[in-house]
């Protein structure tokens, strides 16, 4: 049994810079025998995430994704494959390479055919996990357009009326651009906490709240260890679990992927996870110019934090705020992850001879 003073230690917060944390991802992906320009889209979208607050879906992945190389479930050197299918819709197959890549190609194609044509679908079979969503919004936006993200996952919540796990947690995302004021960016999982918050809490050893997931006897719990036995708990009831199926309709059935279930959990290295994803990228100046656009977004924007506020509320966030703040805090103060989180992620370094992460004990 470790002491309370060895708990502690394993939980000092140790900070690394951005940079730091995109050249030690880079290398261990190279090492593990991801092309380089694939390692460097990875390696930007889960520092992005750490960067954001984000921290269930962050540099913390990369041990589960290079045991998933390793079990030969999750192909390294894949690059994803482009099939246009109209003018404004194309497909990509991932060929069971990093979803991040997948879906980086994709939107990349969406918002060409977005900025030609108006709108840009395009559909992605046979991915991976790709992380926090709001990094393909981000990819949008910095273009100037609109977006919606779906993508589905493996299973860990019941649908609304049953117990067993069917549908994925899998992130609802939107955005859309502002003018002087901050853009609109929308993240959110059905459930009440998404998936990565348990593993996170379990890595460093925290409870977490009991209305989050049940045990795997259907009981509540805050033992994050019982509730990877168990299942996640959606938000509202059946309307979270409907948001989880329609998850799966747009990003599985549609494109040809897994689905209903099938989804292989990232954690997991059992076999490829086959995950599918719904990109589509809209340009705002459709119905009237960009210019009015954008202020009546930045309206938007004040009305929602400018509104009156409720006991006990400080401030009003506009939806993504609070991630952007985040942002901006991180890349002046580095990264905050515990000795723990470094320890595994250097063995990984170890494995292929890449370089430790850098880490300072105060902020930078």
């Known amino acids: 049994m470790e002491s309370q003073s060895e708990l502690q230690a394993q939980n000092e917060l140790l900070y690394v810079t951005a940079a730091d944390a995109r050249t030690f991802v880079q290398d261990v992906l190279?090492?593990?025998?991801?092309?380089?320009?694939?390692?460097?889209?990875?390696?930007?979208?889960?520092?992005?995430?750490?960067?954001?607050?984000?921290?269930?879906?962050?540099?913390?992945?990369?041990?589960?994704?290079?045991?998933?190389?390793?079990?030969g479930v999750l192909d390294a050197k894949a690059s994803p494959t482009l099939s246009q299918i109209t003018p404004a819709v194309a497909l990509v197959d991932g060929h069971n390479g990093f979803g991040f890549v997948a879906a980086h190609q994709g939107m990349a194609r969406a918002i060409e055919?977005?900025?030609?044509?108006?709108?840009?679908?395009?559909?992605?079979?046979?991915?991976?996990?790709?992380?926090?969503?709001?990094?393909?919004?981000?990819?949008?936006l910095d273009a100037g357009l609109m977006s919606l993200v779906f993508t589905n996952s493996s299973p860990a919540m019941p649908v609304w009326g049953g117990r067993s796990k069917l549908m994925g947690v899998s992130p609802l995302a939107c955005g859309a651009p502002g003018g002087r004021e901050k853009p609109f960016i929308l993240d959110m999982a059905p459930s009440i906490a998404a998936r990565g918050k348990i593993y996170k809490a379990y890595r460093?050893?925290?409870?977490?709240?009991?209305?989050?997931?049940?045990?795997?006897?259907?009981?509540?719990?805050?033992?994050?260890?019982?509730?990877?036995?168990?299942?996640?708990?959606?938000?509202g009831g059946p309307k979270g679990s409907a948001l989880a199926v329609m998850m799966d309709v747009f990003s599985g059935v549609l494109s040809g992927s897994a689905f209903a279930g099938h989804v292989v959990n990232p954690y997991h290295p059992s076999k490829p996870a086959d995950v599918g994803h719904f990109l589509l990228a809209i340009k705002p100046d459709l119905f009237l110019s960009i210019e009015e656009f954008k202020e009546r977004m930045d309206y938007l924007y004040k009305r929602v934090t400018e509104s009156d506020k409720m006991a006990?509320?400080?401030?009003?966030?506009?939806?993504?705020?609070?991630?952007?703040?985040?942002?901006?805090?991180?890349?002046?103060?580095?990264?905050?992850?515990?000795?723990?989180?470094?320890?595994?992620?250097?063995?990984?370094?170890?494995?292929v001879g890449a370089k430790p992460l850098v880490t300072a004990t105060s902020p930078f």
């Open 30 to 71: 190279v090492g593990n025998g991801v092309p380089p320009e694939n390692a460097v889209i990875v390696a930007k979208c889960l520092v992005e995430a750490d960067l954001r607050g984000v921290d269930t879906h962050g540099v913390n992945r990369i041990p589960s994704y290079m045991a998933r190389i390793r079990e």
């Open 113 to 140: 055919m977005a900025q030609i044509y108006g709108i840009g679908m395009v559909s992605v079979k046979h991915s991976n996990h790709f992380g926090m969503s709001a990094w393909v919004v981000q990819q949008a």
């Open 204 to 235: 460093r050893e925290e409870k977490i709240p009991k209305d989050w997931a049940l045990d795997g006897e259907g009981k509540p719990t805050d033992d994050p260890a019982k509730a990877l036995e168990g299942v996640m708990l959606p938000m």
């Open 312 to 351: 006990g509320v400080d401030r009003i966030y506009f939806p993504g705020e609070i991630e952007q703040l985040a942002e901006e805090e991180r890349t002046k103060t580095g990264i905050p992850y515990v000795e723990a989180e470094v320890a595994a992620l250097n063995k990984e370094a170890e494995r």
